[in-house]
């Protein structure tokens, strides 16, 4: 099964003039199919409204489509929802497309799925976390490894709890982050978690 939607996620056109800004990147097919399929299994996908903050051109909503989920696919810049909609359309699937700021975004979701931007000089990503926490129920994000521990103390503080905590690597355009100039591998960490019953 990871096989087949690895091969349908490959197919997913990436963006054409990648905005640094917006720390536009495609998360990587491979990464993406072992990010979904972790979540299907755990029954966080199929059959479930699931939200895709800072959607791209749509490897993970399209993907999530693909498994069976409601999707909502929020971005907030024009290339890349015009690549998303593309996309979606090759693919034959649908999902709904917001396009705002997420800081905007208020709907509330069985699942969260996200690969958002992390600067070192800005708290984008935890603006992301903060979204994501308040509005799904099951999150699961992608973030650079040295930012584990700050993610970890905000899960912390939320009404989440961290489920768990899984190990990638991968190959980064050499203008992204977080890495030395030579080695274009960064250590990311797929972070997993879930609201507890014991909230107030
Ligand atoms: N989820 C996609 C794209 C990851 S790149 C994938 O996995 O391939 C991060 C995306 O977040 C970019 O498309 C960028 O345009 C978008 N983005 C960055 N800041 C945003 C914001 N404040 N609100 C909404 N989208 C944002």
Request: glycine residues 4%; hydrophobic residues 30%; charged residues 50%.
């Given at each position: 099964m990871k096989t087949e939607l690895k091969k349908q996620l490959s197919k997913i056109s990436d963006f054409e003039n990648p905005r640094i800004s917006l720390e536009q990147y495609r998360t990587p097919p491979a990464l993406a199919a072992d990010l979904l399929h972790t979540a299907y299994m755990q029954g966080d996908i199929e059959g479930l409204k699931v939200a895709d903050l800072g959607a791209g051109t749509g490897m993970l909503s399209l993907g999530a489509a693909l498994l069976g989920a409601e999707v909502v696919a929020v971005e907030k810049e024009d290339d890349a929802v015009r690549i998303l909609?593309?996309?979606?359309?090759?693919l034959g699937l649908e999902v709904e497309i917001v396009q705002e700021?997420?800081?905007e975004f208020n709907q509330d979701a069985d699942t969260v799925l996200m690969n958002p931007p992390f600067s070192q000089?800005?708290?984008?990503?935890?603006?992301?976390?903060?979204?994501a926490l308040e509005h799904g129920d099951t999150v699961y994000g992608i973030s650079p490894r040295g930012l584990r521990e700050r993610i970890k103390d905000f899960v912390g503080n939320s009404s989440h709890e961290v489920l768990a905590v899984e190990e990638f690597s991968i190959s980064l355009p050499p203008s992204y982050g977080f890495h030395t100039e030579e080695s274009h591998e960064t250590e990311i960490d797929l972070i997993i978690t879930r609201r507890t019953d014991n909230g107030t």
């Open positions: 909609e593309e996309n979606a359309k090759d700021d997420i800081e000089h800005s708290d984008i990503g935890l603006k992301f976390w903060e979204k």
